[in-house]
């Protein structure tokens, strides 16, 4: 099939690689002339496992190639996806004028051609529920018709960072939403290939598609939210978390994903898509307060470890030399957005405390938003040297087994405040260690 990808962002990037690397014939346009150039000479501006090697292939056996110009894209293709930023608003709601300017622009060429034909313009970006009839009015305001011209498809992604080609290459499901039988089975084709291993391909109407990426990003926060809650008990009654949690996710019904309790979640999706919704239901008259919850619990999940360190040292932080591993939202990305450790240098620094951090990929990313105002480490026992504590933020694999007597012995005082109960209790005390962890006793 022929598509083009416009954004050359994140989703684009990987949806136009692993739609090539499929047999498919792919266009991408960015209007960022530099960071076409760039993906031309064959370099990628993000790191995202396994997507370099089908970068590299699709691009020598061209099947992918990359335009700022939307005509060489958009004339020759029978599904066009857009792939494009909807930053936050002045009020908060999801910017949607790239969406829309892309939607208009395209129509605008269609409608200069002798036959525009007939195309599918799919919603890939993650957009307010009512967007993909916002998008057909686009197109009809320039002239074209629906169901002759053209069909808008919702089709949310369910990417990972971290393993964003796995998932686009095996999903658990596709969502394709669409009222045209036409566009559905042109869709449910593209996406076969994909589905061999029995994973349904659902075809819904385009408002249950854009609510299903919404309810799924929000139940996913809505579980570390309450399990942060449940830790939270659990220190209090002399329980401990992670035993509750693998007793209860051996009740299928309840599963063993995305119980983990920590410092809260981050990243570009969870915070950003459950306020959405939750603003989805304030403009429909619907107060979900579910959500409000969420997002208070995971604010103050964020903050637990500057309290824990507050208390520690007796409301004096002046001073303190605080070590920190892991600065990422999660691991094996360089993505700070939103990255409950960002919360923590924040309240530390705020109470006069010295922060020296390591993170194997976020230093730069980090500096963006902290300059000099703390310090970085090339390795990860830098940080401990003389240091009052340290603080674990990402769990990060080299984390897990570190050299726990060296880490004792290269601290000033043997102090870790866990965010990501990696470690032990019980052996940490038997180390000599003061040992503070997330819903486990200590
Ligand atoms: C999330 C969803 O998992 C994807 O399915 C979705 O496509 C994506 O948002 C999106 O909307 O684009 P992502 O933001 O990459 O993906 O990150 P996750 O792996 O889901 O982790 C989110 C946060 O939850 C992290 O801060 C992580 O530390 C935290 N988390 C996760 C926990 O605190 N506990 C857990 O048990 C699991």
Same mark, same amino acid.
């Given at each position: 099939?022929?598509?083009?990808?416009?954004?050359?962002?994140?989703?684009?990037?990987?949806?136009?690689?692993?739609?090539?690397?499929?047999?498919?014939?792919?266009?991408?346009?960015?209007?960022?002339?530099?960071?076409?150039?760039?993906?031309?000479?064959?370099?990628?501006?993000?790191?995202?496992?396994?997507?370099?090697?089908?970068?590299?292939?699709?691009?020598?056996?061209?099947?992918?190639?990359?335009?700022?110009?939307?005509?060489?894209?958009?004339?020759?293709?029978?599904?066009?996806?857009?792939?494009?930023?909807?930053?936050?608003?002045?009020?908060?709601?999801?910017?949607?004028?790239?969406?829309?300017?892309?939607?208009?622009?395209?129509?605008?060429?269609?409608?200069? *051609?002798?036959?525009?034909?007939?195309?599918?313009?799919?919603?890939?970006?993650?957009?307010?529920?009512?967007?993909?009839?916002?998008?057909?009015?686009?197109?009809?305001?320039?002239?074209?018709?629906?169901?002759?011209?053209?069909?808008?498809?919702?089709?949310?992604?369910?990417?990972?960072?971290?393993?964003?080609?796995?998932?686009?290459?095996?999903?658990?499901?596709?969502?394709?939403?669409?009222?045209?039988?036409?566009?559905?089975?042109?869709?449910?084709?593209?996406?076969?290939?994909?589905?061999?291993?029995?994973?349904?391909?659902?075809?819904?109407?385009?408002?249950?598609?854009?609510?299903?990426?919404?309810?799924?990003?929000?139940?996913?926060?809505?579980?570390?939210? /309450?399990?942060?809650?449940?830790?939270?008990?659990?220190?209090?009654?002399?329980?401990?978390?992670?035993?509750?949690?693998?007793?209860?996710?051996?009740?299928?019904?309840?599963?063993?994903?995305?119980?983990?309790?920590?410092?809260?979640?981050?990243?570009?999706? /969870?915070?950003?898509?459950? *306020?959405?919704?939750?603003?989805?239901?304030? *403009?429909?008259?619907?107060? /979900? *307060?579910?959500?409000?919850?969420?997002?208070?619990?995971?604010?103050?999940?964020?903050?637990?470890?500057?309290?824990?360190?507050?208390?520690?040292?007796?409301?004096?932080?002046?001073?303190?030399?605080?070590?920190?591993?892991?600065?990422?939202?999660?691991?094996?990305?360089?993505?700070?957005?939103?990255?409950?450790?960002?919360?923590?240098?924040?309240?530390?620094?705020?109470?006069?405390?010295?922060?020296?951090? /390591?993170?194997?990929?976020?230093?730069?990313?980090?500096?963006?938003?902290?300059?000099?105002?703390?310090?970085?480490?090339?390795?990860?026992?830098?940080?401990?040297?003389?240091?009052?504590?340290?603080?674990?933020?990402?769990?990060?694999?080299?984390?897990?087994?570190?050299?726990?007597?060296?880490?004792?012995?290269?601290?000033?005082?043997?102090?870790?405040?866990?965010?990501?109960?990696?470690?032990?209790?019980?052996?940490?005390?038997?180390?000599?260690?003061?040992?503070?962890?997330?819903?486990?006793?200590?």
């Amino acid at each position: 099939m022929n598509i083009a990808i416009i954004g050359t962002g994140y989703v684009g990037l990987v949806s136009g690689t692993c739609f090539a690397e499929m047999g498919n014939q792919v266009t991408c346009v960015d209007i960022d002339e530099d960071k076409v150039d760039m993906l031309r000479s064959g370099k990628l501006p993000i790191y995202e496992p396994d997507l370099e090697h089908y970068f590299a292939r699709n691009r020598k056996e061209e099947r992918l190639s990359f335009t700022t110009d939307y005509e060489d894209a958009v004339l020759d293709a029978e599904v066009i996806f857009l792939a494009l930023p909807t930053p936050p608003g002045e009020d908060g709601s999801a910017d949607l004028s790239y969406v829309l300017q892309a939607a208009g622009t395209i129509a605008d060429l269609l409608v200069e *051609q002798d036959d525009p034909g007939y195309r599918i313009i799919v919603n890939k970006s993650t957009v307010p529920v009512g967007t993909a009839d916002r998008v057909s009015e686009t197109m009809a305001d320039r002239g074209l018709t629906t169901g002759e011209h053209y069909d808008v498809v919702s089709n949310p992604e369910f990417l990972r960072e971290g393993a964003a080609v796995d998932d686009f290459m095996k999903p658990d499901r596709v969502v394709i939403g669409t009222s045209s039988e036409k566009a559905a089975n042109k869709m449910t084709r593209l996406y076969e290939p994909f589905v061999r291993q029995g994973n349904p391909i659902l075809v819904v109407d385009e408002r249950s598609a854009e609510m299903i990426k919404y309810t799924a990003n929000s139940i996913l926060a809505t579980r570390i939210s /309450f399990m942060n809650e449940i830790a939270n008990l659990c220190e209090r009654v002399g329980a401990d978390v992670d035993k509750v949690r693998l007793g209860i996710s051996k009740d299928h019904r309840i599963g063993r994903h995305f119980l983990y309790a920590g410092i809260g979640f981050g990243g570009s999706c /969870f915070p950003k898509d459950v *306020q959405a919704l939750h603003r989805t239901g304030r *403009q429909h008259g619907y107060d /979900f *307060q579910i959500l409000d919850s969420v997002l208070s619990v995971n604010d103050q999940q964020r903050e637990l470890m500057v309290h824990r360190l507050d208390e520690y040292f007796d409301g004096d932080l002046e001073g303190k030399k605080i070590a920190m591993w892991g600065l990422a939202f999660k691991p094996n990305t360089d993505d700070v957005r939103e990255a409950p450790s960002h919360v923590i240098i924040e309240g530390l620094l705020e109470r006069g405390a010295e922060v020296t951090a /390591f993170d194997p990929e976020a230093i730069e990313t980090t500096k963006v938003n902290f300059g000099d105002s703390i310090s970085y480490a090339e390795d990860m026992y830098a940080p401990l040297e003389n240091a009052d504590a340290l603080v674990i933020c990402t769990e990060w694999h080299e984390f897990r087994r570190p050299d726990l007597a060296r880490v004792h012995d290269t601290l000033g005082t043997p102090v870790v405040f866990d965010g990501r109960n990696l470690y032990d209790p019980s052996r940490m005390a038997e180390m000599g260690f003061e040992y503070f962890s997330i819903g486990r006793p200590h």
